[in-house]
């Protein structure tokens, strides 16, 4: 792990202070939500949006679903974001199931909406194929993607990271080559897929620099809801569940409110030395529900921007 003297002092700190003393002012996040399936769950949805919208994020991204099964809802999502709030709302894109044209379709309507940013992604192969394969006529990958929206307009774009490998990538030099292109591309940033332990991210930040990739890595932060939901995506993505968080989680399938405890404490620790680590950025999967990466904010120091400026005053 490459650490600067600066994140030495700060991980000293971390260490010799109260855990949370001292962090804040220079932290930004960003949330990621799902479009809702139901009335109650867009109800739920613009509760969690207008509790976290507050604290000035980056963005607020919404999912797209396998074949763009979501497209209409996502469509409707990020439409409202970006015309009744001041936060920027971030589409996401994928690849599969549809032409280039199809696509690039999508994204011209995202445009017309005031949806600047998207998050361009491959996709997962849809329900039944067990392996991936570009759609004819299709864009062939997220590289290929980031290109096409090139194109269009200038969409700030994001992709996605894997600290852990791409369960489809030969290994992590291969996983790295293929981050590479879709920033070659034209992407601003990566996002990371959700993992437990700091160092699994540290890893990866020091092999992306010493590959000479040098743009923004975001970490991915994913507080734990569900224990049971959380392994079946881990499965899926090939991200490790380390035992102690097995442990942790014991025996709280029926204590809702103590699980929660556990998880905001859980995710806030891996923020808190990500960030005595010189991490700043966060990005974090809601599942929908604001409680969570709330209190995970407000731990880091992030604040309301009404009332960071009542407190300056």
């Known amino acids: 792990m490459n650490f600067s003297v600066r994140q030495m002092t700060e991980a000293a700190r971390a260490l010799d202070a ?3 003393a001292d962090v804040g002012g220079d932290v930004e996040v960003s949330f990621e939500f799902s479009p809702p399936k139901t009335d109650k769950a867009e109800a739920t949805l613009w509760e969690s949006i207008e509790t976290l919208a507050p604290l000035s994020p980056r963005f607020l991204s919404v999912t797209y679903g396998a074949g763009g099964s979501t497209r209409d809802r996502t469509h409707a999502t990020v439409a409202r974001i970006a015309r009744e709030t001041t936060v920027p709302a971030a589409a996401h894109l994928t690849c599969v199931e549809a032409t280039r044209d199809e696509i690039d379709a999508v994204a011209e309507e995202y445009w017309a909406a005031g949806v600047r940013h998207i998050v361009a992604l491959r996709g997962d192969p849809p329900a039944g194929a067990q392996d991936y ?4 006529g299709g864009y062939e ?3 290929a993607l980031v290109e096409g929206l090139r194109r269009l307009h200038p969409f700030e774009i994001s992709v996605a990271a894997y600290p852990e490998c791409h369960p489809s990538s030969a290994n992590l030099a291969a996983d790295l080559d293929n981050l590479r292109r879709k920033l ?8 990371t897929q ?3 332990e700091p160092d699994t991210f540290f890893r990866y930040r020091d092999a992306a620099a010493a590959a000479g990739i040098d743009a923004e890595i975001v970490p991915g932060v994913m507080p734990v809801g569900s224990f049971a939901g959380i392994r079946r995506m881990a499965a899926m993505c090939g991200t490790d569940v380390p035992g102690w968080l097995d ?4 025996g709280l399938d029926d204590k809702p409110a103590a699980r929660q405890l556990v998880a905001a404490t859980v995710a806030a620790e891996l923020c808190r030395k990500l960030y005595a680590g010189g991490v700043k950025q966060f990005h974090f999967y809601t599942m929908n529900k604001a409680e969570l990466s709330f209190a995970i904010c407000h731990l880091l120091g992030v604040r309301s921007a009404g009332r960071a400026a009542a407190e300056a005053a």
């Open 133 to 136: 394969a570009p759609h004819p």
């Open 18 to 20: 109260p855990l949370y």
């Open 141 to 143: 990958n997220a590289a």
């Open 194 to 196: 959700f993992f437990f």
């Open 247 to 250: 442990r942790l989680f014991e």
């Open 184 to 191: 070659d591309a034209g992407a601003n940033r990566a996002i």
